[in-house]
């Protein structure tokens, strides 16, 4: 009978607690939503998963290296792709040959938006001292309100490691609700009037400007905040891959396959990051509530400061302040967000070539900003 009950005691079963239970559901719930109404379902599929693989309980001392926080486990080297800052480069070189950044080029003022939610960055980092986290801890935690996975996940790889697993959830979460949450926010902000305005059509972009200013940006950047240089050095290397036009191959790789890999591994290793033992914790919960906060203050702050700026242009000129909501580093997700409020409003006004302006400069600024505070820190 003690090979049996030996078997018995090391069983996921014997070894289950609420919390294995708890997050086994949470699991269920994000694959549930995205199969059932295919909602967000290339983020939260391989999230999901990871979910269900990082809480399948198992006696964590027998020495069996299956936890994701286990030294030498499987799932503890896909993690160790998080940890380094492995994967978070690699999406940005393909999210860089997947934009378009005419519309930033063809109307330049529109990078004050996506300046303007670096603003609900500082304020959240301020609440997080208050509460009693660290510095560091804090940084990491304000990041997230930006709704950039792979920015969150690098800045916390490198100054909060042990929190990674909750910021990196965090984020995933808020991203894949960008299209319930920013809407609401969108229609309490703006009157009717507003979400009418019809903006003038941007100009054509020549090719040669389009190479040269990934070029320009990254210098610039570079030497400015030279910490950036793995994000926004990968992000501006693809774009060159895609704007280019010869080296086609290349950027079909890397929007393609390069990103469709790091996406499942990554996707894989955020779920399983959330093992219970580890991730529920007080702390974990704050980082939610915090997080949304800086959510909310940062689409707040970008449709605010739209209003502002409307105030100093002619008639002509009036930006639709629904496109401060895509100050968001989401890209394109809250781009879409405010294409699909925007033909809510009018079916025949499509603002989402406008919206991409301050949606990249939210990348570009959420990039520089958190390069900005692992210089310091």
Known sequence: MDPIARFLDVSGFANATPGHLFMILVGMLFL????RYEYQPLLLIPIGFGILIGNMPFLEHAGLKLGTYEEGSVMNYLFMGMLKGIFPPLIFLGIGAMTDFSSL???????????AAQFSIFLTYLCALSLGFTNPESASIGIIGAANGPIAIFLASKLAPHILGSIAIATYCY????P?????????????????????LPRAVSKREKVIFPIIAFLLTGLIVPASLPILGMLFFGNVLKESMVTK??????????????????GLAVGASTQATTFLTEGSILIFILGALSLVIATAGGILFAKIMNLFLSQEHKINPLIGAATLAAIPESA??????????????????HAMAPNVAGVIATAITAAIMMSFM
């Not at 549930?32 to 199969?35: L, R, S």
């Not at 319930?180 to 019809?198: A, D, G, H, W």
């Not at 191959?249 to 990554?266: E, H, K």
């Open 175 to 178: 991203m894949a609700l960008i």
């Open 249 to 266: 191959r290349l950027a079909d790789t890397a929007r393609n396959t390069i990103t469709d890999i790091v996406t499942i591994l990554l």
């Open 336 to 353: 879409n967000a405010v294409q699909l409020e925007g033909v809510r409003a009018d079916p025949d006004n499509h603002l989402l070539m």
């Open 180 to 200: 319930v949450i920013q809407p609401l926010i969108m229609r309490l902000l703006t009157t009717k009037k507003e979400r009418l305005i019809r903006m003038k």
């Open 32 to 35: 549930y939503a995205a199969i």
């Open 105 to 115: 080029i063809s109307n330049p003022k529109l990078i004050l938006i996506g300046v």
